[in-house]
């Protein structure tokens, strides 16, 4: 018999098989193997519908109480990846901030690690400065015997957010002008502390506030976790001098949730890692970042890195005008749009009608768009260049297509509380 008379349906379809079985064997001997079918918990395909938690479309951005931002597809394949095999995690976060270092530029003697948040890298980062690689500093946290236990930060620049500073046990030390930031500097002080999002409303700014820790000898932290895009600023604090700068993973950097960055001189991100999980008996101990988020974390960066900002804010841009598009077609409604001057870099959009013809305030608005079906979470106060009361929201975490949604659903409320 010739080839053509062996080469019939049947062997086809079982060489095939052959071929499939013996890919799938050598898949396995390198660590992988197909994904199991779900069966019980997540069968359905929508853990959140069986849990019964509403799933919710988001119009106020990467807020860490609805989950960040949803993390690139393409993730999942360095997380599976990681999940395989067991590693030294000290190790691989030396190596993944090597990585991250050349990948951002940045100076020679400056590296990273990736943090189970901006927070953590904050309390991380401020316990190294305090400890350096005193086993017996690191141990007693946050009892500052023996330490420098205070922390120099502007009086507009107190937030939610310093409490991480706070739980290393440090005093922080309210200035307003460079005269009391002068006299505020003394043998006690180990940092100058900068919450890059409060930029506009202190009287000293980013560049002159690094400046002023050279000049005083004092290392210097930014907190900017909010902040990128523009993604320059991932380098931009660091070329600046600050001696260490956080970020969020789980923001537009579109990471793990549950990571951050501390980015930062080498010996200061060293003793960081030294404060933190998995060294135990150490105050970042319960801030565990596991093998899975640092490697996600390096291939977030290389997405973020390479995607092109400028047509991402058009598109961004592009859904919020078509929600303006329908609701302003209702009367008495109106929009503007805004761009914030710091953190949450992104197309804004202010929405605000006139309440003797429109029977609703925007609190209300809000609550009736929540409660909807879809869910739709969406702010409300004064924002823009008109500073009137409205709804407040940008669009970059929306998915494709729910701009649509948004403005079906914000027009028939304004239609039937209309006067």
Known sequence: MGINGRWNRRSFLGGLGTVAAAVVAACRSFGWSPPPKLTGFGASGNVYEELGVTSVINCEGTMTVLGGSLPHPEIQAVVEQAARHYVSIPELEMAAGKRIAQMLKLPQGYSAIVTSGAAAAIQSGLAGILTGDNETFI???PDLS????EVIIQKSHRNPFDHQLRTTGVKLVEIETREQLRRAVNDRTAMM???NFANPDGQI????????AKQYNLPCMNDAAADTPPVSHLWDYVNMGYDLVTFSGGKAI???QCAGLLLGREDLVRYALFNNSPYEDTIGRSQKVGKEEIV???KALEIHLAEDQDALAREWQ???KTIASQVTKIPGVSASFFMPPVANHVPHMNITWEENRIRLTPPEMSR???EGKPSIVIGHGKEGSEGRPGLVMNSFQLQPGEENIVAQQMAQLFLTHSV
């Open 205 to 212: 700014k980013v560049d002159e506030w690094v400046k002023l």
């Open 318 to 320: 592009q859904r919020l």
């Open 193 to 195: 502390h900068f919450s």
């Open 254 to 256: 579109r990471g793990p």
């Open 296 to 298: 996600a974390m390096i």
């Open 368 to 370: 009736l768009l929540r």
């Open 146 to 149: 023996g330490m420098k236990s």
């Open 139 to 141: 141990r007693q946290l």
